[in-house]
T-cell receptor, first 119, second 110 residues
């Protein structure tokens, strides 16, 4: 079974430009999460999709960030326009339905992250 | 929400040494995961451990949910163990999101 896939793995953009990050969750996982870690700080929750619906977007820092999950499969996270403080590693995670025994056993699976550098 | 505190914040070990990392959390949890962020930034799932003890090679973890803490043991440390170790409880409120601690940064010297 393929894991959670994120791309690009690295992105360097100039302040003011737009970047789109993509996450392909494990097939069949209803839940998809975005997290990020800015330099030296803790990993913080951004938002949670259940299928194509936004369940919780309380962690989105501002309206420069837009996440979508059309069709309930892959998700994109767009930053427009990017600012210097957006630099960090963006992680995506997925998990099956909470009632699923697999979730109770394995929890959340994270992708390898996208390292975003805004210069 | 849940408060998560990890200790120590930084740890330097000589290769071959053992260590114990601690994670305290402020509220009841359904489960808890330990992660290792390696020097390349990748976040690797180490353990998914609601209670009791699990072992995987040189690593083991123990969670005592009733006392709201979890421990990660690293034995015979190697330079490849370097990186940041995070614990992340799964809240009992069932919101789905993980709350991460600030991490323990481990450096293993050859």
């Amino acid at each position: 079974e393929a894991g959670v896939t994120q791309f690009p793995s690295h992105s360097v953009i100039e302040k003011g430009q737009t970047v789109t990050l993509r996450c392909d969750p494990i097939s069949g996982h209803d839940n998809l999460y975005w997290y990020r870690r800015v330099m030296g700080k803790e990993i913080k929750f951004l938002l949670h999709f259940v299928k194509e619906s936004k369940q919780d977007e309380s962690g989105m820092p501002n309206n420069r960030f837009l996440a979508e999950r059309t069709g309930g499969t892959y998700s994109t996270l767009k930053v427009q326009p990017a600012e210097l403080e957006d630099s960090g590693v963006y992680f995506c995670a997925s998990s099956p339905h909470k009632g699923d025994s697999i979730h109770r056993r394995y929890g959340y699976t994270f992708g390898s992250g996208t390292r975003l550098t805004v210069v | 929400g849940i408060q998560v505190e990890q200790s120590p914040p930084d740890l330097i070990l000589q290769e071959g040494a053992n260590s114990t990392l601690r994670c305290n959390f402020s509220d009841s949890v359904n489960n808890l995961q330990w992660f290792h962020q390696n020097p390349w930034g990748q976040l690797i799932n180490l353990f998914y451990i609601p209670s009791g003890t699990k072992q995987n090679g040189r690593l083991s973890a123990t969670t005592v949910a009733t006392e709201r803490y979890s421990l990660l043991y690293i034995s015979s440390s190697q330079t490849t163990d370097s990186g940041v170790y995070f614990c992340a409880p799964h809240g009992s409120s069932n919101t789905g999101k993980l709350i991460f601690g600030q991490g323990t940064t481990l450096q293993v010297k050859p």
